[in-house]
């Protein structure tokens, strides 16, 4: 079966080789390699024109294929379905689609699969195949139609490079445009749930509600569901963390960043600089094995040393860990605000008779101080926004507590625990997931926002 990743490459070698036919066309058009200047543009623009009118077209009609394939692919098997199957309720439906498609993809369904499931899922699959043929013929036939019509165009008086650099202008500005309408449509989703749960919910008791339980309640004689929706506790440990984060990432980040850029030779700087910002490419999953079997325990057996009582999962654990973690993110970048001070502010200093230590606590930090608070506040947004630590490292209880001793939880912990599995949006508890998220979101934004007025400001000042 050709799979969509082969005729991707397909299309993009036919326009590799749209791009040396049109570089060739355009040398012949002109007489041979020496009357190349007889040409409006250069022969690269010719062959980058014939590669881009060639692969263009191809690729938005990919593009619209896959987004479309499986929901047509999907009707055609549902349609194809027994009666008594296509008239169950929509819940169910999906969940039949589910097991078809999985089935069809040789993954794992959700129960014993029927005949009636086997024969759907070997018409899926064939339909499937079907698609991905027809997608390859059309983009194929589309790709080389093009490429014959554009070289025939091509002579001394086509204007190449106004069409590469008008095409490359639209690119850029639909680029743009999808990147700020897929932006709009997540707000939009997720605010569009969240007033589904403050419908339920009142807004005051979601603000300031002390008890976050999400548990609903199916049976009036149920235990343990108290459909308790107070975001303070959330809140609360995700604060918590974070702070204890930045207490570790702050001092150490900011004093790496001076010694670098201030103390250390350019021989140590180029060796220890890269080896600091490993630590941003290392998974966060594997810094929650870390917290959760060594730092963990570890806090956890001095705590009892000293007659202290710790969680087996606390929130010092994973605020060390987190904290750790983001120290890149503050030491690279107050590393490089401290180089962007100009150096005649250094030299003036030393000229008035300050010594290295005075000039950098009286001129250089606090001429890199917006940029440093910059810096400080996304690494901020870093620590709030993390998940897998927490989860490991400091638990998925909700108590509201000061104690870093104690199990917390953050708003991201409680956003993935709501929507783990297959799970339908009309209850509370579901759509409380989209009120944290929508809350989280203002929160991350604001400090975005402080921190890029702060480092533009910063940047204004000294280019």
Request: glycine share 6%; proline share 4%; hydrophobic share 55%.
């Given at each position: ?19 040396y036919i049109?570089?060739?066309r355009s ?5 041979g390699?020496?009357h190349?200047?007889?040409?409006h ?7 980058a ?13 990919f593009?619209?294929?896959?987004a ?7 009707n ?5 379905l027994?009666?008594?199957?296509r008239?169950l309720?929509?819940d169910?439906i999906?969940?039949?689609v589910?097991?078809i498609?999985?089935?069809a993809?040789g993954?794992?369904?959700s129960?014993?699969?029927t005949?009636v ?7 899926y ?8 043929t027809a ?6 036939c589309?790709?080389?139609l ?19 650099e ?7 500005v639909?680029?743009s ?11 939009l ?5 969240a007033?589904r749960f ?6 005051a ?9 999400p ?11 108290s459909?308790a ?5 959330v ?6 963390i ?5 207490a ?17 030779n350019?021989t140590?700087?180029a060796?220890?600089k890269?080896?600091?910002?490993i630590?941003a490419g290392i998974p ?7 917290a ?8 956890r ?13 606390s929130a010092l ?7 750790i ?6 030491s690279?970048?107050s590393?490089d605000?401290?180089?962007a001070?100009?150096q005649e ?21 606090p ?30 209880t909700?108590?509201?507590?000061l104690n ?7 708003v ?11 799970q339908?949006?009309d ?13 989280l ?6 400090l975005?926002?402080?921190?890029l007025?702060?480092?533009?400001k910063y ?5």
């Amino acid at each position: 079966m050709i799979s969509p990743t082969t005729v991707l490459f397909i299309l993009l070698l036919l326009a590799g080789t749209a791009y040396y036919i049109g570089l060739r066309r355009s040398v012949a058009v002109a007489g041979g390699p020496e009357h190349v200047r007889k040409l409006h543009s250069r022969p690269p623009y010719y062959g980058a024109m014939t590669a881009l009118w060639c692969g263009i077209p191809a690729l938005v009609i990919f593009a619209f294929w896959q987004a479309f394939e499986a929901d047509i692919i999907t009707n055609l098997v549902v349609a194809g379905l027994p009666d008594e199957i296509r008239n169950l309720p929509a819940d169910q439906i999906n969940l039949i689609v589910n097991d078809i498609r999985n089935l069809a993809a040789g993954n794992i369904v959700s129960s014993q699969a029927t005949q009636v499931i086997q024969e759907a899922a070997s018409h899926y699959s064939r339909l499937q195949q079907t698609s991905h043929t027809a997608l390859a013929v059309v983009a194929v036939c589309v790709c080389i139609l093009v490429l014959v019509l554009v070289q025939y165009k091509i002579s001394k008086t086509t204007r190449a490079r106004n069409q590469v650099e008008r095409i490359i202008f639209w690119l850029l500005v639909s680029c743009s445009i999808i990147a700020i309408f897929t932006t709009i449509g997540i707000v939009l989703s997720v605010l569009y749930e969240a007033i589904r749960f403050f419908k339920a919910v009142p807004v005051a008791e979601f603000l300031f509600g002390l008890k976050w339980s999400p548990q609903i309640a199916i049976r009036s004689d149920q235990v343990g569901a108290s459909g308790a929706f107070g975001a303070v506790p959330v809140f609360t440990g995700t604060l918590l963390i974070s702070a204890i984060a930045m207490a570790v990432a702050t001092p150490i980040g900011l004093m790496s960043a001076i010694y670098m850029s201030e103390y250390a030779n350019k021989t140590f700087r180029a060796v220890a600089k890269p080896l600091m910002e490993i630590l941003a490419g290392i998974p966060t999953v594997v810094y929650g094995f870390f917290a959760a079997l060594v730092v963990a325990p570890l806090i956890r057996d001095a705590g009892q040393w000293i007659g202290l009582d710790v969680s087996s999962e606390s929130a010092l654990a994973a605020g060390l860990v987190m904290g750790i973690m983001i120290i890149p993110f503050v030491s690279s970048l107050s590393d490089d605000m401290i180089n962007a001070v100009p150096q005649e502010l250094r030299d003036g200093a030393y000229g008035l008779g300050a010594t290295k230590s005075e000039t950098i606590k009286q001129v250089v930090l606090p001429a890199a101080l917006p940029g440093i608070v910059g810096s400080v506040l996304l690494a901020i947004s870093r620590a709030i926004g993390e998940t897998m630590i927490v989860v490991m490292a400091a638990g998925l209880t909700a108590n509201l507590t000061l104690n870093p001793l104690k199990t917390v939880t953050t708003v991201t912990v409680q956003i993935v625990t709501l929507l783990v599995g297959d799970q339908e949006f009309d209850s509370p508890k579901t759509l409380a997931a989209f009120a944290l998220g929508l809350l989280l979101f203002l929160v991350t934004l604001c400090l975005n926002i402080i921190a890029l007025v702060v480092v533009r400001k910063y940047r204004e000042q000294y280019e």
